[in-house]
């Protein structure tokens, strides 16, 4: 099961090595440190996000926004770069290759989003008016805001004036007196 996290350094000695002797190389060192599930579960994290990155890549459409595909090639190149690289150094409190595997997992969450909306539109049945649109050009002019408002929500209904009790919930106190709408940021 391993020496247990950040304890090489203290178990060097006993096999020859100079008491506080890194391994320099991550996977060495994670798989002795955490055995062979912790270096399994610290590689698959890394080979999943490459793995569905470039399944992805395969799978896109021309159509398909390109930053799609750029993405997940920047999240595979970067990841295969830091596999390469964390073989010559011991690099556990190294943060980028987590932000990196989030990029890639993001874009894998945004591409499954926009993939349905993108459906329900050509189905004739999108989710929601406003966000179908979401990933064109003209989404957000001032027509296109207007026409794809949707269905009011409780907030679009408070008025100055307006006891209403959930106003407190985003910190707005309704104004006495008038009718104007108070606006409250969704």
């Known amino acids: 099961m391993g020496c247990g996290p950040d304890h090489w350094p203290l178990h060097a000695h006993e096999f020859g090595w100079p008491a506080g002797k890194e391994a320099h190389s991550l ?11 912790g270096i399994v579960m610290f590689g ?9 990155c470039w399944l992805l890549l395969r799978s896109l459409k021309p159509e398909d926004p390109p930053w799609f595909a750029d993405t ?4 595979i190149a970067s990841l295969c770069g830091f596999a390469v690289a964390a073989q010559f150094v011991s690099l ?3 943060e980028l290759p987590y932000y990196v595997a ?10 499954e989003r926009y993939r349905r909306e993108a459906q329900a ?14 990933f064109t050009a003209d989404a957000f002019t001032a027509d296109a805001l207007a026409a794809d408002a949707g ?36």
């Open 44 to 52: 698959g994290f890394y080979l999943t996000c490459i793995v569905r």
């Open 27 to 37: 996977w060495v060192q994670m798989a002795t440190e955490t055995g062979i599930p």
């Open 151 to 186: 269905p009011p929500d409780w907030r679009d209904a408070i008025t100055a004036g307006s006891s209403d009790s959930r106003l407190a919930d985003y910190g707005v106190a309704p104004f006495p007196g008038g009718d104007s709408r108070i606006h409250v940021m969704n």
């Open 102 to 111: 989030l990029l890639g997992a993001g874009t894998l969450c945004t591409y």
């Open 92 to 94: 556990e409190t190294l």
């Open 121 to 134: 539109i050509q189905d004739n049945n999108p989710p929601d008016a406003f966000t179908a649109d979401a």
């Open 72 to 75: 997940c090639r920047m999240t």
